[in-house]
């Protein structure tokens, strides 16, 4: 069992920029690939971004590749997101995700089916 609670979201303006963090609690984390998904007003949730159990490799959405990136600190069971230039199209509710891999260094995980565990979300809002 994984306990995952987001932080560090806000109202900022265009051009700004967050991080989000994911603490995870519990004993799987450093064995899991971590997503981060969002949900904008009206629409269904996406994915955005993922990272392997060691932090190797990364994988990301077009619509945020080069200005998000994604990073985790297994020694503090945390995962973050880190989003430039912002804009309001980045508006949403913003979740974390666990996806127990074991030893696997797989991930390309990109889908909301093939996660464990979920946090409750943090808004993120941009004004333009």
């Known amino acids: 069992q994984v306990q995952l609670v987001e932080s560090g979201g806000g109202l900022v303006q265009a051009g700004d920029s967050l991080r989000l963090s994911c603490a995870a609690f519990?004993?799987?984390?450093?064995?899991?690939?971590m997503g981060w998904f969002r949900r904008a007003p009206g629409k269904e949730r996406e994915f955005v971004a993922v990272i392997n159990r060691s932090g190797s490799s990364t994988y990301y959405a077009d619509s945020v590749k080069g200005r998000f990136t994604i990073s985790r600190d297994n020694a503090k069971n945390t995962v973050y997101l880190q989003m430039n230039s912002l804009n309001p199209e980045d508006t949403a509710v913003y979740y974390c995700?666990?996806?127990?891999?074991?030893?696997?260094?797989?991930?390309?995980?990109?889908?909301?089916?093939?996660?464990?565990?979920w946090g409750q979300g943090t808004q993120v809002t941009v004004s333009s």
């Open positions: 519990g004993r799987t984390f450093s064995s899991s690939a």
């Open positions: 995700a666990a996806k127990f891999t074991g030893v696997s260094n797989t991930y390309f995980y990109t889908g909301e089916y093939e996660y464990n565990f």
